[in-house]
């Protein structure tokens, strides 16, 4: 299983025991990016830990009362499996940042690892995710959930001042830009309302950041992005790419991500090439944007049910792309990111920043007024506490496989072979592409 796992790490180590006649074992795959896998004793036991987390003490303090429960009450991106002696348990944080899936295969073996391909070595049919937030337990072959209560709610909106929430989340962002983001990262910079918002904060702290861009050749959003990083006074350096290169670098982005879903492989290849030049640039740590479409009402669809009058069933979908975003935004991006010797901190997924957002009001994030629609109302209004150009703040949401060209090259090369184009990204599954971080 390690052997097959090689993108989580080139460096493996594994611990076996007995429990109640059971042999356990727990293996890990330890990567150049991350100094935060490994392995812990913890009295009779060990947990192997994948991730970080923005506070180290009290992290300590929780394997050491032997209490896995309360790693899940803390800020970070992580998941963990330990061996007790009732079995092997295993947890994610609660909005699901690390990947980590359970299933089980022949000779009656049931199992956890971070990659699908992991399971798929000893057999095992439809490999699901360790749900967000939740301790699942192995024994008897079964899997069981035994800890539920840090999985997230959607809770009760409140009332809160335009002008406190905006202090609050530039607040929060600074909290965890300071504690989870080093010096010198990577920022994937689209010149975007999020990625703007994330490098002059990451300024501000003195991370010391360098802007990275991608496009395809002459995408007028690559002159957009280096106008916004003159303004702010940041290095910016610009990939750009052909649609040759995006073809070609299918058959591995597909072998990463471990998906053939065409929305997310159409996102995923431009973090792909950001994270590529990250790695080239001698970068440890690529800074994303992810979750703030989701907290914040970025998407066209929470527009378009709020404009028919529905504010309720706005706030339901913006909870469920909420939960859905381990799936499509996390895992594929921290696959991507680790396979090329890369952590990736995503502020906005900071949990009391999380917390707070969900409170919020949903006309602070979706504004309508009159016939004009804002998404991401509060954020903008941040954005000009910034100091941030006016072309930032009014900037609509644009999909990065949309802003990047990206899909425009997946459609018109689909069209070409004839295929629609979940035909097109499909037929390059069972394509093993080049390991990159390999070369690197």
């Given at each position: 299983?390690?052997?097959?796992?090689?993108?989580?790490?080139?460096?493996?180590?594994?611990?076996?025991?007995?429990?109640?006649?059971?042999?356990?074992?727990?293996?890990?795959?330890?990567?150049?990016?991350?100094?935060?896998?490994?392995?812990?004793?913890?009295?009779?036991?060990?947990?192997?830990l994948d991730g970080f987390f923005y506070e180290k003490e009290p992290v300590k303090a929780r394997i050491r009362g032997e209490d896995l429960g309360k790693l899940l009450e803390l800020p970070g991106a992580f998941s963990f499996l330990s061996q007790t002696e009732n079995g092997l348990v295993a947890g994610r944080d609660p909005i699901g940042q690390k990947p980590l899936y359970h299933g089980s295969g022949s000779e009656d073996i049931s199992a956890f690892a971070s990659l699908r391909e992991g399971l798929d070595r000893i057999g095992a049919e439809d490999p699901q995710p360790v749900p967000a937030g939740t301790i699942l337990a192995c024994s008897g072959g079964g899997f069981e959930q035994v800890d539920t209560s840090h999985q997230l709610k959607k809770p009760l909106e409140t009332v809160v001042a335009e002008a406190d929430a905006?202090?609050?989340?530039?607040?929060?962002?600074?909290?965890?830009?300071?504690?989870?983001?080093?010096?010198?990262?990577?920022?994937?910079?689209?010149?975007?309302?999020?990625s703007a918002i994330v490098a002059a904060v990451a300024k501000e702290c003195g991370k010391n950041p360098e802007l990275i861009t991608v496009g395809m050749e002459g995408q007028p959003e690559l002159d957009h992005a280096h106008r916004i990083a003159a303004e702010l006074g940041l290095p910016v350096t610009i990939r750009e790419f052909t649609a040759d290169e995006v073809v070609?670098?299918?058959?591995?982005?597909?072998?990463?991500?471990e998906t053939v879903d065409p929305v997310v492989v159409g996102v995923s290849i431009p973090v792909y090439f950001a994270c590529r030049k990250a790695r080239e640039l001698g970068r440890k740590v690529i800074v994303a944007g992810q979750m703030s479409d989701e907290l914040f009402g970025g998407y066209a669809r929470f527009e378009e049910i709020a404009a028919e009058g529905k504010p309720d069933d706005t706030t339901e979908e913006m909870w469920r792309s909420v939960l859905a975003a381990s799936t499509n935004d996390f895992e594929p991006g921290d696959k991507i990111a680790i396979s090329l010797g890369l952590e990736m901190r995503c502020p906005f997924a900071y949990l009391p920043l999380v917390g707070y957002a969900l409170r919020l009001p949903l006309s602070l994030k979706v504004r309508i007024s009159g016939e004009k629609t804002a998404r991401k109302y509060v954020l903008r209004k941040l954005a000009a506490r910034l100091r941030l150009p006016d072309s930032v703040v009014d900037r609509p949401k644009k999909a990065v496989q949309y802003s990047s060209g990206v899909q425009k090259v997946l459609l018109k090369e689909a069209k070409r072979r004839k295929l629609s184009l979940g035909e097109f990204v499909s037929s390059f599954a069972n394509q093993q592409g080049t390991s990159l971080h390999k070369k690197l």
């Open positions: 299983m390690l052997k097959a796992m090689w993108r989580r790490g080139t460096r493996t180590q594994s611990y076996i025991t007995r429990a109640k006649g059971s042999c356990i074992g727990i293996g890990i795959c330890e990567s150049l990016a991350s100094a935060s896998r490994g392995f812990h004793l913890t009295g009779n036991n060990v947990i192997a905006v202090r609050k989340i530039q607040d929060l962002l600074i909290e965890a830009v300071s504690k989870g983001v080093p010096e010198r990262p990577g920022i994937a910079f689209s010149g975007g309302l999020d070609d670098s299918l058959p591995e982005v597909v072998s990463i991500v």
